[in-house]
């Protein structure tokens, strides 16, 4: 069994259709999507506000090397273009975990090394898995509490809009 964690980002274009293209193009394998957040930019900040959500996948026959490609699949699906590194985007897809793997390898750092610094993939993660843990790092809970309150104040739900 390949269990995933999946961080999904994307502010150019249609934002919101995008990310519903990674939780339809993933079909049966999503187990579960968070509420979308609304997010300032990180690293690059001249660009426009992201959407965020996360996902966790579930799917027998993919290993974390498949996790890679289907995110980027979907990526170049929706015409991701990587001109500039943290650089405005249509999707982002990012494999944060995946159960019992662990990857030292350039091309696919597991766990997401940005992962225990990001409100934004730990406040949608944390709402669909209370009880989730970044391997090598411990509870999300802490990891995301022992951010700057800014960082968390700034991960805005949108309740308005939605993925299913």
Known sequence: MSRAVLSLGSNLGDRLGFLKSVI?????????????????????????????????????????????????????????????????RTLDVDVVTVEGVTSEDPRLLLPHPGTPDRATVLIPWLEIAPDAELPGRGPIRDLLAALPAEDRAGVRRRPDLRLR
């Open 24 to 88: 339809d193009g993933l079909g049966e394998a999503v187990v579960t999507v968070s509420s979308v957040y609304e997010t300032a930019a990180w690293g690059v900040t001249d660009q426009p506000d992201f959407l965020n959500a996360v996902c966790i996948v579930d799917d027998p026959a993919r290993d974390h090397w498949a996790w890679l490609r289907a995110g980027q699949a979907l990526e170049q699906a929706a015409g991701r273009v990587r001109e500039q590194r943290w650089g405005p």
